[in-house]
């Protein structure tokens, strides 16, 4: 029985695939003022709390809060380390899809940078360029993207993110000057933002990656329903 809060995607012995929803923390190490999708998670699959250590269990990657779309959760310590190896030697193909402010002008590039917390602002993260002050100790991340669609104030873009900073594709749009439709942290102030948008506007659509038992897979999550009637709003005033 699959838990109201959650969609399973795919389950095999070793690994289940969720769609996750916005609006719900994957995991918290603080003690969270509201449930988590793990809380969710092991509440139909309460075997899950042989994996892993708490309160991450089995969860193999995280997502935002507020960005919904594809999470992968380890179902045996074996698959746990196995995938979350596959994360780390960068051999995992994401997808994203994003509305972001603004007219992309370009119909794709390569976002490069490193990114480290901002001394400024501990919740946010922040772009640091080479050779710029406090960029010694900073993480590379490097972000592609092409352009699906421009509308007159936004572009819907897919991102494939080729390293996994925390915040990255959020902190990387913000630093081209195309911040994600709805977000409250990292756009900027007075930004436009699209009728009927109540959080940011990213989703984890796709995942390519090698399991445990040796295949690899493919995964899709369409667009939820409330990114959807957004980009209906969008293209009905296009026309």
Do not use: W
């Amino acid at each position: 029985m699959e838990n109201s809060k959650f969609k399973i995607i795919y389950e095999d012995d070793d690994v289940l695939v969720i769609d996750k929803p916005a609006g719900i923390i994957v995991f918290s190490e603080k003690p969270p003022k509201e449930k988590t999708l793990i809380d969710y998670v092991l509440e139909v699959k309460p075997e899950l709390k042989n994996v892993g250590e708490p309160p991450r269990y089995g969860i193999v990657h995280r997502l935002d809060k507020d960005t919904s779309g594809i999470l992968l959760v380890a179902k045996n310590e074996k698959s746990l380390i196995f995938l979350q190896k596959q994360f780390k030697d960068k051999r995992v193909e994401k997808k994203y899809i994003a509305l972001v402010v603004g007219s992309s002008k370009n119909n794709q590039g390569i976002i490069e940078t490193f990114i480290g917390r901002n001394p400024r602002e501990k919740k946010k993260q922040k772009v640091f360029l080479f050779g710029e002050p406090g960029s010694q100790n900073q993480r590379k991340a490097v972000t592609k993207y092409k352009t699906l669609e421009r509308f007159e104030n936004f572009s819907l873009v897919e991102i494939q993110p080729k390293t996994g900073r925390k915040h990255q594709i959020r902190c990387h749009f913000s630093y081209l000057g195309h911040p994600i439709a709805g977000d409250k942290l990292y756009g900027f102030k007075n930004q436009a933002c699209p009728e009927g948008l109540n959080r940011h506007f990213l989703h984890a659509s796709y995942i390519k990656i090698q399991l445990a038992n040796g295949k690899t897979k493919e995964f899709t999550s369409g667009l939820p329903d409330d990114l959807k009637k957004v980009i209906d709003n969008l293209m009905n005033n296009k026309q």
